[in-house]
Nanobody
Framework: QLQASGGGLAQTGGSLRLSCVASGRTFRRGVMGWFRRAPGKEREFVAA????????DYGDSVKGRFTISRDNVKNTVYLQMNNLKPDDTGVYYC?????????????????WGQGTQVTVSS
């Protein structure tokens, strides 16, 4: 089970930090990622991190502003979001999989959190 938290309301240029805690199963050797869904849009890849935390990947729209990290002792993945923009508004979901076929494809992940709302005001 994945439990996401940390969403809320931020102003343009502000920051938020999302957390996602895994319970009942460890994903220390799995890929963990973040996706988001804006109103009226498809689910979009945001970021992913490998099991050891060495390799990361980001969606083009968040590169240079968001940072994904993980703490395998706490079984937690984080998403630090800086310089937020109104286009970052949406529901953010954490996801995990042991061997995703494609780390940027939502269909590759078998485990999902419930989502946390992020709203960025202009």
């Amino acid at each position: 089970q994945l439990q996401a938290s940390g969403g809320g309301l931020a102003q343009t240029g502000g920051s938020l930090r999302l957390s996602c805690v895994a319970s009942g199963r460890t994903f220390r050797r799995g890929v963990m990622g973040w996706f988001r869904r804006a109103p009226g849009k498809e689910r979009e890849f945001v970021a992913a991190i490998s099991g050891g935390g060495v390799n990361t990947d980001y969606g083009d729209s968040v590169k240079g502003r968001f940072t994904i990290s993980r703490d395998n002792v706490k079984n937690t993945v984080y998403l630090q979001m800086n310089n937020l923009k109104p286009d970052d508004t949406g529901v953010y979901y954490c996801a995990a999989d042991f061997v995703p076929q494609s780390i940027v494809a939502a269909t590759s992940y078998d485990y999902w959190g419930q989502g946390t709302q992020v709203t960025v005001s202009s």
